[in-house]
Nanobody, 126 residues
Framework: QVHLVESGGGSVQAGGSLRLFCAASGYTGSSRCMGWFRQAPGKEREGVAIISASGSTISYGDFVKGRFTISRDSATNTLYLQMNSLKPEDTAMYYC???????????????????WGQGTQVTVSS
């Protein structure tokens, strides 16, 4: 079991920055991949960024365009998402996810992930 708790969300104006945190507990050593997903009202959940256990594989959604950076600290079992140049269309609930099964490469496919946090709200005003 892996327990994930997100924090760091909030309200900012367009162009601002936020740093999201995901604290992982439980059998964290089994997490092959971790990622951030988001879901805006009326829209499907989409992948924002994913990272492998070693950090050697990182990928971002096309909409990120160099604005966000994902990282993880294995010593503290924390996943981060630094978000800069935020836009109103980034407004969504952001979720942390962990994948513990499978040997295929990490990817931003929602069904790949076994554990999810409760989410943290990000609101960007124009």
């Amino acid at each position: 079991q892996v327990h994930l708790v997100e924090s760091g969300g909030g309200s900012v104006q367009a162009g601002g920055s936020l740093r999201l945190f995901c604290a992982a507990s439980g059998y964290t050593g089994s997490s092959r991949c971790m990622g951030w997903f988001r879901q805006a009202p009326g829209k499907e959940r989409e992948g924002v960024a994913i990272i492998s256990a070693s950090g050697s594989t990182i990928s971002y959604g096309d909409f990120v365009k160099g604005r966000f950076t994902i990282s993880r600290d294995s010593a503290t079992n924390t996943l981060y998402l630094q978000m800069n140049s935020l836009k109103p269309e980034d407004t969504a609930m952001y979720y942390c996810a962990a994948r513990v099964r499978g040997i295929w490469a990490c990817r931003a496919t929602e069904s790949d992930y076994d554990y999810w946090g409760q989410g943290t709200q990000v609101t960007v005003s124009s």
